[in-house]
């Protein structure tokens, strides 16, 4: 005689959310990821961030169907009792398999082999004309030829994070580290702990990291109320500095962005300098110590001191595009504070993600965040097949009647610069006003 099931409801699963007692459900089996969750590929805060609920979504979403034959030694023995899926969740997971029917996970295309001889020739140009030529505007084109190898580094430093690009595992790990640490000097480890956070708790303010920018940008108001960042275990201050950057924001956006590579160089520092369990923590600090011997030994080649912060300065602002394209997809999205819900995935991901508008020929530049929707509903997906299932997500979109938010890229920057002028606005005027300091002072006196 088989023996029945052992249910439990969703309010026992839920008191299993935290480090040590680590519960989580799939189709309704419940699984205990408290030990695993050390060991986790995609780091401990995903799992963190879902425990206590059924990931169903989550789980095929950043999974291959492989995966499911692991998933039993953790099986507790116990069913979740109300496990019913939305309709929206049947219809996303259906997408799911049908793409996976057509092989499209697997096939990579000849995207990687494009990118990598790309970036290839824009390195060799740059090093080329630093130390080949003379002439001031050479090196000044060179500086702007060495952004554009970032910014196509960091595609394929993204890609190799989501899937293999690779033919296996090993070389994968190597285009991580080569793309990430070596050639970009920023730590793989940090990128992935990072935005595995973001694609989890995509806009939520106090767990995703990617919208965590105080005391310089805040996308909302209610970060005015000092939240607590749930990723960085850290209180948000919204104090007087904070308020007089944030109320000049939508001004000093662009010029901070042109910067933002600094602020990666020093995540990745503190990440692998901290006592923080990092996975192959010598091979990222290796990597991150290339690029800091054949960069600046580039930079020295230059004649003069004048050239050589030209060339720093006009190679980081021109990366500065691409770090533009990463809050265009979301600071202008709807924004909740809170952990991430799983029963609400495909919402969610929809809600908090803003594609953008642009024509075949201008993939190469937009990386395949231009189907930021796309990307975060499939992250396993080559980005050469986002356009050709983006259909299929805005039909699934309409079904359920739910925001597929898409605007020209001049569009999407006005409606960040907006979005950040509106919560500037408010920090001038915010009813509880914080003391203020010297500066605000000198600057908002009037007379």
């Known amino acids: 005689m088989a023996e029945s099931k052992r249910y439990i409801p969703r309010e026992d699963l839920q008191r299993h959310n935290k480090p040590g007692d680590l519960w989580i459900s799939i189709q309704s089996k419940v699984y205990d990821v408290s030990e695993w969750s050390k060991y986790h590929p995609g780091g401990e805060t995903p799992l963190l961030s879902l425990a206590g609920q059924d990931v169903t979504d989550a789980f095929v979403a950043y999974h291959p169907g492989s995966a499911w034959q692991y998933l039993d030694k953790f099986f507790t023995g116990y069913y979740l009792s109300d496990s019913a899926a939305s309709e929206v969740s049947k219809d996303y997971r259906k997408l799911v398999a049908e793409i996976a029917k057509m092989g499209l996970f697997e096939k990579k295309g000849h995207c990687v082999l494009y990118t990598f001889s790309f970036m290839i020739i824009l390195f060799a140009l740059s090093v080329y004309g630093v130390l080949c030529s003379d002439s001031f505007w050479v090196h000044l084109l060179s500086g702007g030829l060495m952004g554009l190898f970032w910014i196509q580094s960091g595609w394929m430093g993204h890609d ?9 595992p090993r070389f994968n790990r190597f285009a991580q580290v080569l793309t990430g640490n070596c050639l970009a000097g920023i730590s793989i480890a940090w990128w992935k702990w990072n935005h595995n956070a973001h694609h989890i708790a995509c806009n939520s303010l106090d767990f995703d990291p990617d919208l965590q920018h105080m005391p310089f940008f805040a996308v909302s108001s ?28 939508h001004w000093t956006f662009y010029p901070v962005m042109c910067l933002a590579r600094l602020n990666l160089f020093a995540q990745s520092f503190l990440l692998l300098s901290s006592k923080r369990k990092v996975a192959n923590r010598v091979q ?12 600046p030994l580039l930079v020295s080649c230059l004649p003069n001191c004048g050239e050589r912060v030209m060339f720093v300065v006009v190679s980081f602002s021109v990366t500065g595009i691409q770090h533009v394209q990463f809050c265009l997809n979301h600071f202008s999205a709807i924004v909740y504070v809170g952990p991430p819900c799983s029963n609400d995935w495909f919402g969610k991901q929809t809600v908090g993600t803003l594609n953008i508008d642009s024509s075949s020929w201008m993939d190469w530049f937009h990386g395949g965040l231009q189907f930021q929707i796309e990307h975060h509903l499939f992250p396993r997906l080559p980005r050469c097949h986002l356009r050709k299932i983006a259909p299929f997500v805005k039909e699934l979109c309409k079904k359920h009647k739910l925001p597929y938010n898409s605007a020209s890229f001049w569009k999407a920057n006005a409606l960040t610069i907006g979005t950040l002028r509106s919560a500037a606005l408010l920090a ?16 908002n006196t009037h007379g």
């Open 222 to 249: 209610k970060l005015f109320n000092s939240l607590k960042s749930c990723f960085y275990d850290r209180k948000m201050n919204f104090d007087s500095a904070s308020r007089f950057l944030v109320s000049y924001q």
């Open 160 to 168: 190799s994070g989501h899937y293999q690009i690779m033919s296996t």
């Open 284 to 295: 990222e600090i290796l990597g991150i110590l290339v690029f800091w011997i054949w960069f």
């Open 428 to 443: 001038r005027d915010h009813s509880k006003p914080v003391p203020k300091n010297l500066v605000w002072e000198a600057v």
